[in-house]
T-cell receptor, first 116, second 111 residues
Framework: DTEVTQTPKHLVMGMTNKKSLKCEQH?????MYWYKQKAKKPPELMFV???????INESVPSRFSPECPNSSLLNLHLHALQPEDSALYLC???????????????FGAGSRLTVL | DAKTTQPPSMDCAEGRAANLPCNHS???????VYWYRQIHSQGPQYIIH???NNETNEMASLIITEDRKSSTLILPHATLRDTAVYYC????????????FGTGTRLQVTL
């Protein structure tokens, strides 16, 4: 299995809702990532987990809460979002962030979020 | 990480080679050049990476100049399915986790 699976593919939520995005991989990768991509812009790194521990938080607002329950799963919990948070949220995984020169990321297809 | 400069857009006829340039004049000795692409409405896809030597795989070839200040991604026989945004990224060994995308080159392959 060489895929990263993201669910749901589309999500519409109100500003008072609580929802979650899910990401799963079965490649034995020990690093997992969340990126945010606005229309016609490049992806922006949000969070990096390494061996189930949060390694990087790119100053993301607390209304986005990541969780890595095990090495195969990555969640992004959403609460009190704003309309400007509407975007494509991409999950990725890689073998190990400590692998020098060969840390290739495999991306999922993304979850398209609309905040009303 | 060194910054990269890419042309915003390029066209290529189907069946011809697509040569996508990338300037990374401030690259350091321990920094790798990675290429990813993103087809519309999909997640980015890894293509190839290299340090000093030219590299080739089933998707593309990567030519890095001797001074390592620039590189070219070559798609030898472009097809319509190669239409995408291509990102050139320079990554140091110490920050392998921070894959930072620039604005990329939008390649349009036409009949």
């Amino acid at each position: 299995d060489t895929e990263v699976t993201q669910t749901p593919k589309h999500l519409v939520m109100g500003m008072t809702n609580k929802k979650s995005l899910k990401c799963e991989q079965h490649m034995g990768h020990r690093a997992m990532y969340w990126y945010k991509q606005k229309a016609k812009k490049p992806p922006e790194l949000m969070f990096v987990y390494s061996y189930e521990k949060l390694s990087i938080n790119e100053s993301v607002p607390s209304r986005f809460s990541p969780e890595c329950p095990n090495s195969s799963l990555l969640n992004l919990h959403l609460h009190a979002l704003q309309p400007e948070d509407s975007a494509l949220y991409l999950c990725a995984s890689s073998q190990d962030i400590r692998v020098i020169g060969a840390n290739v990321l495999t991306f999922g297809a993304g979850s398209r979020l609309t905040v009303l | 990480d060194a910054k990269t400069t890419q042309p915003p857009s390029m066209d290529c006829a189907e069946g011809r080679a697509a040569n996508l340039p990338c300037n990374h004049s401030t690259i350091s000795g321990n920094e790798y050049v990675y290429w990813y692409r993103q087809i519309h409405s999909q997640g980015p896809q890894y293509i190839i990476h290299g340090l000093k030597n030219n590299e080739t795989n089933e998707m593309a070839s990567l030519i890095i100049t001797e001074d390592r200040k620039s590189s070219t991604l070559i798609l030898p026989h472009a097809t319509l399915r190669d239409t995408a945004v291509y990102y050139c990224i320079v990554l140091s060994t110490g920050t392998a986790s921070k894959l930072t995308f620039g604005t990329g080159t939008r390649l349009q392959v036409t009949l």
